[in-house]
């Protein structure tokens, strides 16, 4: 493989896409040997090459059942079961680029699922957990002038908020 070649296959390794799956239906795949599935509606983040090889497929497996239940494939005229200008349109909506980072190196399937616990750690939305302490809710009985026994636990003293939280005022 000459030089250009190989720089442009380490481009498009860095870039983090989200493949969206908008057929009705589950879809599975393999890249590399790996099967992948990816349910009806839902999203799987994932390097370009990948993306871009599900994302074919996707398409041909959509247009090829749409045809066919078109009756195309009893057509002699009918050809072909897609054009390239449709897989691209279809694969225009399956993916969409969400970042760009270095690839890693590491066996096949060790750098999949390490890969893919990164980005989905870095790329998908995580809702913010605050650890509630014993001090946080001894805080907040006190605020509500009521007498605290430290020496009760965390649990009891929780306990006691929820109950006072639950008596209508």
Known sequence: ???KAEQLAEERERIIVRFTNIDKESFTH???GI?????AGKDYVARLPEADHLATHLARKILARDKKAR???DDPKASTLWTNEEI????SRVIQQ????????MTLEEAHKRDQEALKERYEPKAPVKEVTKADIIRDLKARDVEV???KSKEELLQQLMELEAQPE
């Open 30 to 32: 393999s890249y590399r």
């Open 71 to 73: 009756g195309a494939k």
């Open 1 to 3: 493989m000459d030089n």
């Open 35 to 39: 099967s992948i599935t990816v349910d």
């Open 149 to 151: 026994d430290v020496n």
């Open 98 to 105: 969400v970042g760009s980072e270095s690839p890693k190196t």
């Open 88 to 91: 691209d349109e279809l694969k």
